[in-house]
């Protein structure tokens, strides 16, 4: 009887977090969320600052405001994170389940503060101004978030030289794309790509959002992106957290017209290259096989924090994505939460690893938005070294 609750729990978890039913869950959370900081917030806000820590605030004051509405819907968070451990401990979604709500937070709490303006509720004069500009500080955030950051999609060119390249080849790195629909952004990624003559396409995990059973529409908007991705040389892709163990899927739609590795080389002797794909929960021994001298080898995954594993490697290059350059950039913060490697260019024991931002966002409830991060089709262009270029 309990397994067959947690089906049907679970079921219909799997069901809100799909667009658009993502939507309606993660506002009515926030809606709840937000009507009951309006009701208890300030007996919340009197309790902790009078009767536990013993401070008065001046009634009128911006601080006492952000108080009474941030107290009671933090809490209420915490709440909802408790009641779901089950789930949460179960499928590993930490955070996912809350829907981002205290997002929602910045457009709620804009929309009260110039309620209050208007309706002239909030008659100290040395308020209005600072809660004006609050509110369109959060109003803006609001919009930027969710319509301007999401779907600026930038270009990124690398070149690197090599004297296993005899003549240059293009690779275009894509990852996360993390398909719900087919929409403006997925467009404009075929529009650039297209446009990019590459030889080689390879992506690094999560085309979509699992569960496969459950996402059909994300589904078939992945496979109608892939059917466009066209180049020389192949499209080739390795499985992420969310296409996990779910990417054979796609080949059994597509067929030939994309390239699925898992732990497999794949060997491009005309270009003189040769590229590795690796698992998400990739094993170490596969690794220590040597690897073809000749070519130029390329290693590709998901998470950046396989790298660790990577020791002592002959390969020359290697290629990851996940992190999404942390989606929601705030400084040192989301160092210490992405890790190591956020974003971009680094050195690896003398390899050059690059992690992708990917094209899409973080799925289940979480909203999708982006702040201070954009999307990215990465251009790497190998080139024969130039010998009189060591001069």
Same mark, same amino acid.
């Given at each position: 009887?309990? %397994?067959?609750?947690h ?9 809100s977090?799909q ?6 869950v ?22 902790i ?10 009634s /009128? ?5 952000l108080?009474d509405i941030g ?11 408790i ?8 499928k590993?979604?930490?955070f ?5 709500a ?12 110039f ?7 909030i008659?100290? !004069? ?6 004006f500009?609050?509110?369109?500080? &959060? ?17 990124r060119?690398l ?8 003549e ?5 790195h894509?990852? $996360? ?8 952004r997925? %467009?404009?990624?075929?529009k ?6 590459? /030889?080689?396409?390879?992506i690094?995990? $999560? ?10 529409? *994300? ?6 992106? &892939? ?6 040389h192949?499209?080739?892709l390795?499985e992420? !957290?969310?296409d ?7 080949a $059994?739609v597509? *067929?030939? %017209?994309?390239?699925v ?7 491009? /002797?005309l ?11 990739? @094993?170490? @021994? ?7 001298d ?7 995954s998901h $998470? ?5 594993y990577?020791? /002592? ?10 992190? !999404?350059?942390?989606q929601?950039?705030?400084?040192v913060?989301?160092?210490l ?6 974003? *971009?260019?680094y ?5 050059p ?6 094209? *899409? ?10 702040w201070?991060t954009?999307? @990215? ?5 190998? @080139?024969p070294?130039d010998p009189?270029?060591e001069?």
């Amino acid at each position: 009887m309990l %397994k067959g609750i947690h089906e049907i729990v679970l079921g219909l978890y799997w069901r809100s977090c799909q667009y658009p039913w993502y939507i309606f869950v993660n506002i009515g959370l926030a809606v709840i969320f937000y009507l009951l900081a309006l009701k208890y917030g300030p007996t919340l806000r009197t309790f902790i600052c009078d009767k536990v820590l013993g401070l008065k605030c001046p009634s /009128d004051s911006v601080f006492v405001l952000l108080l009474d509405i941030g107290i009671p819907f933090i809490l209420c968070s915490i709440l909802v994170v408790i009641l779901s451990l089950p789930l949460l401990l179960y499928k590993g979604i930490v955070f996912n389940v809350l829907g981002y709500a205290l997002f929602y937070w910045f457009l709620f709490f804009s929309i009260q503060l110039f309620y209050n303006l208007l309706r002239k509720q909030i008659t100290a !004069h040395s308020l209005t101004i600072p809660l004006f500009v609050i509110g369109i500080f &959060l109003l803006l955030v609001f919009v930027m978030a969710l319509f301007y950051y999401p779907n600026q999609i930038k270009q990124r060119f690398l070149a690197f030289e090599s004297e296993k390249i005899t003549e240059k080849v293009r690779i275009i790195h894509l990852s $996360d794309v993390h398909a719900e629909n087919y929409g403006s952004r997925e %467009k404009e990624l075929i529009k650039i790509v297209s446009s990019l003559n590459a /030889d080689i396409i390879l992506i690094t995990g $999560d085309m979509f959002i699992k569960p496969y059973k459950y996402n059909t529409r *994300g589904f078939n908007a992945a496979v109608k992106i &892939l059917d466009q991705l066209h180049s020389k040389h192949g499209v080739y892709l390795v499985e992420g !957290h969310h296409d996990y163990q779910e990417t054979h899927y796609l080949a $059994d739609v597509l *067929g030939d %017209k994309i390239n699925v590795l898992n732990e497999q080389w794949h060997c491009l /002797d005309l270009l003189g290259i040769s590229i590795f794909g690796a698992t998400l929960y990739s @094993e170490i @021994e596969p690794f220590s096989e040597p690897v073809p001298d000749d070519n130029f080898n390329i290693y590709f995954s998901h $998470d950046p924090d396989r790298m660790e594993y990577r020791k /002592d490697t002959d390969f020359d290059l290697a290629l990851f994505g996940h992190t !999404h350059a942390g989606q929601v950039y705030i400084p040192v913060l989301s160092y210490l939460i992405v890790g190591k490697y956020r974003h *971009g260019l680094y050195d690896h024991h003398g390899i050059p690893i690059y992690v992708n931002a990917g094209i *899409g966002l973080e799925g289940y409830l979480a909203p999708r938005i982006r702040w201070f991060t954009y999307p @990215e089709v990465v251009v790497i262009d190998l @080139e024969p070294l130039d010998p009189g270029g060591e001069d």
